[in-house]
């Protein structure tokens, strides 16, 4: 009776931290985009942040009112251009240049915010660009920064984050002047994009919630790797549809789905109990959804334009989600096995996930739609 009361006891003591964890840190850390473009003439510059990220400083509620009409934000874009123009640094060849114009604000369907500046040089020995707006955000918050030619081809790519928020690029004497001389964005590119895979599965709560709520009926190794397996085909299908611009859901369906898609997991799992079957075709359907919350990265960063530049970061990401996953899954595992397999308690265990669960994703589903 004291080794049953022990047991459940830390298992219901790991149940509780990980869904106290997961209610508070329901989001992954902010993201935003800096796309530079060298044209023959000129720089232009594309900064996108999503409205929260700018409201704290620049509001829009002008009455108040817990809502921000068409024409607040209209009257707000002046004010948006030049809160960015101020916390943005272009420097040509050592020297500082301005805007040869105010920027130019729009807003999207996805509660984002494009600001574009057009900059009247461009370098022949070096480039500098510098985000001092990561200072004023709060930590975690990455910025993913492209640099290109007047093709659109790649120069240097980097994830700028609060402690390294700047760019220096060389140029060697290339006669379109526009070369760098040296540069490491491949490598840079795919390590910035498998961390950051790797830090939005372990930040993504509700995804893993689901992946917790599929493998908590498994007591074996064989069984838990086909539902890790079909879940890695799913969203790696939609994830690589929704980054080349081939397939598209609105966030609106998306992540009320997610939660939707956890609240199922874990009824049926009061409901038919240990080992229902076609776990892993379940797995699959729902994974498809998942992979298109996981594109939502990619897309708040602008990157799924569907040019050849995409593939790499798209990998690369992937490969950190499943990275991170199989982490998770290796720590999780060994104790949802110990627990299955003591039969007094295997029951209430299951029950007990099962039910946590589908509160946390009732939470989700609300949170998302009518709150």
């Given at each position: 009776m004291g080794c049953f009361s022990a047991g459940?006891?830390?298992?219901?003591v790991a149940l509780v931290l990980l869904l106290q964890a997961a209610w508070v840190w329901a989001h992954a850390p902010?993201?935003?985009?800096?796309?530079?473009?060298?044209?023959?003439d000129l720089i232009e510059v594309r900064v996108t942040f999503a409205l929260q990220d700018i409201e704290a400083f620049s509001p829009m509620d002008s009455d108040l009112d817990a809502?921000?009409?068409?024409?607040?934000?209209?009257a707000a874009?002046?004010?948006?251009?030049?809160?960015?123009?101020?916390?943005?640094?272009?420097?040509?060849?050592?020297d500082d240049v301005t805007p040869v114009e105010p920027g130019q604000v729009s807003f999207d369907g996805q509660n984002n915010a494009h600001v574009q500046f057009r900059y009247p040089a461009v370098p022949k020995q070096q480039l500098l660009v510098q985000s001092t707006f990561l200072a004023l955000l709060p930590d975690g918050h990455q910025q993913y920064l492209i640099v290109r030619d007047a093709n659109g081809k790649a120069l240097a790519e980097k994830m700028l984050v609060k402690q390294d928020d700047r760019l220096s690029l060389p140029f060697a004497g290339a006669a379109d002047g526009r070369r760098p001389a040296s540069t490491h964005a491949v490598l840079n590119t795919v390590s910035d994009f498998f961390k950051l895979g790797i830090e939005h599965i372990v930040t993504g709560y509700d995804h893993l919630l689901f992946l917790l709520a599929l493998?908590?009926?498994?007591?074996?190794?064989w069984p838990a790797l086909k539902i890790i397996t079909f879940f890695t085909l799913a969203h790696s299908l939609t994830l690589a549809l929704a980054g080349l611009n081939l397939v598209d859901l609105p966030s609106s369906f998306v992540e009320p789905f997610i939660a939707a898609t956890i609240i199922y997991v874990g009824v049926e799992n009061l409901i038919r109990g240990d080992h229902p079957k076609g776990r892993h075709w379940l797995t699959f359907g729902f994974g498809l959804i998942h992979g298109f919350g996981f594109a939502g990265a990619l897309?708040?960063?602008?990157?799924?334009?569907g040019d050849t530049g995409i593939l790499l970061p798209l990998v690369s990401?992937?490969?950190?989600i499943e990275s991170g996953q199989i982490a998770v899954a290796a720590v999780v595992l060994p104790m949802i096995w110990w627990l299955n397999n003591k039969v007094a308690i295997a029951g209430k265990f299951l029950k007990g996930c099962s039910i946590a669960v589908s509160l946390m994703g009732t939470y989700w589903l609300l949170e998302r739609t009518v709150l």
């Open positions: 459940y006891g830390r298992g219901l902010g993201l935003s985009s800096l796309d530079v473009a060298l044209k023959s809502e921000v009409s068409d024409s607040e934000r209209e874009k002046p004010g948006i251009a030049q809160l960015l123009a101020g916390q943005l640094r272009i420097a040509v060849d050592g493998l908590v009926v498994t007591h074996s190794f897309r708040e960063m602008e990157i799924t334009s990401f992937n490969l950190g």
